[in-house]
Structures are given as C-alpha cells and as structure tokens.
C-alpha cells in the first residue's frame, strides 16, 4: 500500500511565499508522474502543477512564472515553491502520485493566503 503526505500549508500574507512537500511511501513502485492539485470551496479539484519521472513539467496558466514545482526522485518526494502569494491561490492542495496506472492523494493541505 502506498502512503502520500503533504506537508507546509499554512497562512500568508499577499506577496509571501510557502514550500510545500509531499513524500510517497510504502511498499515497492515506480512513480510515472507526481503532480499537485488544489480545491477551493466551491470549485472543482485543479491541477496546479506536474512533474514526470523524466523531468517534465507543466503548470497552470495562474501559476506560471510564481510557482515551481521539483522533485527528489530518490526519495519519491515532489516540492511546490510558491512566492508572489495571491488572496485566490487560497485552496486545499493535494498531492497527486501517478503509478502506471493508478493515482495515489493525500488528504491535502492549506494554504490560506490573506492580509
């Protein structure tokens, strides 16, 4: 069974900046792909940003230029770097692992942007 654990949610003001982490673990894998995703109240689940096992990343167009998003293949762990803070990243931001032909989620973590 695989276990995903996010961490580094938390409140900011507009214009700071979070780190967040999510580490994969349990039994053998290989991870094709990690991602992160966000939900705000209301709204419907969103990726933010992917990075596959080969080094391949893709953002939202919201995000673009504020956020980046790396990986530690070695320790199946996948990092969102998020400055310039706006009051709408405010979300619950899932971490997403991609194993062939299942996804894994944690239960998510939040970030609260506001002054």
């Known amino acids: 069974q695989v276990q995903v654990v996010e961490s580094g949610g938390g409140l900011v003001q507009p214009g700071g900046s979070l780190r967040l982490s999510c580490a994969a673990s349990?039994?053998?894998?290989?991870?094709?792909?990690m991602a992160w995703y966000r939900q705000a109240p209301g709204k419907q689940r969103d990726l933010v940003a992917r990075?596959?096992?080969?080094?391949?990343?893709n953002y939202a167009d919201s995000v673009k230029g504020r956020f980046t998003i790396s990986r530690d293949n070695a320790k199946n762990t996948v990092y969102l770097q998020m400055n310039y803070l706006k009051p709408e990243d405010t979300a619950v931001y899932y971490c997403?692992?991609?194993?062939?032909?299942?996804?894994?989620w944690g239960q998510g973590t939040q970030v609260t942007v506001s002054s």
């Open positions: 997403n692992v991609d194993i062939t032909i299942r996804a894994y």
């Open positions: 349990g039994r053998p894998f290989s991870i094709r792909a």
């Open positions: 990075i596959t096992s080969g080094g391949t990343i």
